[in-house]
């Protein structure tokens, strides 16, 4: 397949705008897509190879962030940002592959999780166009959300990738990021058997742990967190790092209120999570993180 073009020759897709390849990345040399719904290739430069061999076997779901998509295209592609993604998912729906799902493309940044700290090397990174909370952070179309569904679907049976392990790029870097943010419909893609889920405890009034509390139910919530696999200290301390932690849970798992208190509809959430991962994970989690 030619890099940046496209593979449907119906209508709709005449009346779509031609995908910007940017300079530098025309001549480069283009690869068959893993996913066969992939409907364009733009290669991208910035990848390697995963570390002693690994196997992906987490999805790590991101926003682009950028104003409009010829930029993240290029900031994703070209050579000196440093960054790349293996998929893009634009608004009307296609989506690009820029990098092999066998190399190690360069999305995650300083990250961890369940006690790995190259998410890179474990991963599939995946690149949603959406403007962000610094540009107006639009909700996601519907074909856009269906397209992630389909990409991850295929993603999770070809890596064998369990749910519990499809996370959004606040989760492995909460003290760094936001993405996808609070409207990302997480609920909808665990419907369709893509990422863990549970619906979130309702919020009522009562008592709470916030920023500047020190106390040996801190350090339980703590290890709780860690339990699930953020990376967090049980140190007692209800301190900047841990809010961070509390903050990106909301984001994904109780987005109604992000705040970064851990009221009781958190934890209730965060507890209920914990009940449904199956056995095996949980152990794996305890035992990486001791």
Known sequence: MASGSSSSGNADSKRQRVLPVPKGVADVETFTPDSSIASDVIPSVNFGDRA???QPDMIVLHYTGMPDVEGAIAQLCTAGTEVSAHYIVLEDGRIVQCVPESKRAWHAGVAAWA??????SCSIGVEIVNRGHDWGYPDFPLR?????????RGIMLRRKVVSHRVLGHSDVAPGRKKDPGEKFPWHSLANSGVGHWVQPAPI????????GAISDAVSNMQAAFRRYGYNIPTNGKFDGPTMEVVTAFQRHFR???VDGIADRSTMATLHALLE?????????????TK
Do not use: M, Y
């Open 52 to 54: 002693n061999n690994r």
């Open 115 to 120: 006690g790995e700290d190259d998410i890179n």
């Open 144 to 152: 856009q959300i269906a397209a992630v569904i389909a990409l991850c």
């Open 204 to 211: 009522v009034r009562g008592d709470a742990l916030q920023l």
């Open 255 to 257: 987005p109604e209120r």
């Open 276 to 288: 449904s991962l199956p056995p095996d994970a949980a152990a794996q989690v305890a035992a990486k």
